[in-house]
C-alpha cells in the first residue's frame, strides 16, 4: 500500500526559504520517478518539479532557478528546496510518483510578509 507524508511547510516571508520532505512508502521506490504538486486555494492542483529513477530533474517554467528537488533512495525520501519564494507560491504542497498513487495530506506553504 502506497503512502505519503508531506513536511516541512510553514510561513515565510517573500525572498525567504524552505525544505520539503517526502515520506514515500513506495516499492520499488527507486525504479520509480517522483514529483511535487501544489494546490492553492481556489486552484486546480498543479505539477512543480519532477525527478526520475536516474536523478533527472525537470520544473515548471513558474518555478524555474528556485527549486531543487532531490531523492534519497535508500531512505525514500523527496524533497523540494524552495528558494526565493514569493506570494504566488502559497499552496498546499503535495508528492506523488508516477504514476500517481493516492495523494497524501500535503503541507500548507504560505509566503507573506
Known amino acids: 500500500q502506497v503512502q505519503l507524508v508531506e513536511f516541512g511547510g510553514g510561513l515565510v516571508q517573500p525572498g525567504g526559504s524552505l525544505r520539503l520532505s517526502c515520506r514515500a512508502s513506495?516499492?520499488?521506490?527507486?525504479?520509480?520517478?517522483m514529483g511535487w504538486y501544489r494546490q492553492a486555494t481556489g486552484k486546480q492542483r498543479e505539477w512543480v518539479a519532477r525527478?526520475?529513477?536516474?536523478?533527472?530533474?525537470n520544473y515548471a517554467d513558474s518555478v524555474k532557478g528556485r527549486f531543487t528537488i532531490s531523492r534519497d533512495n535508500a531512505r525514500e525520501m523527496v524533497y523540494l528546496q524552495m528558494n526565493s519564494l514569493k506570494p504566488e507560491d502559497t499552496a498546499v504542497y503535495y508528492c506523488?510518483?508516477?504514476?500517481?498513487?493516492?495523494w497524501g495530506q500535503g503541507t500548507q506553504v504560505t509566503v507573506s510578509s
Open positions: 506523488n510518483r508516477d504514476p500517481v498513487a493516492p
Open positions: 513506495i516499492s520499488p521506490f527507486s525504479l520509480y520517478a
Open positions: 525527478i526520475n529513477s536516474g536523478g533527472s530533474t
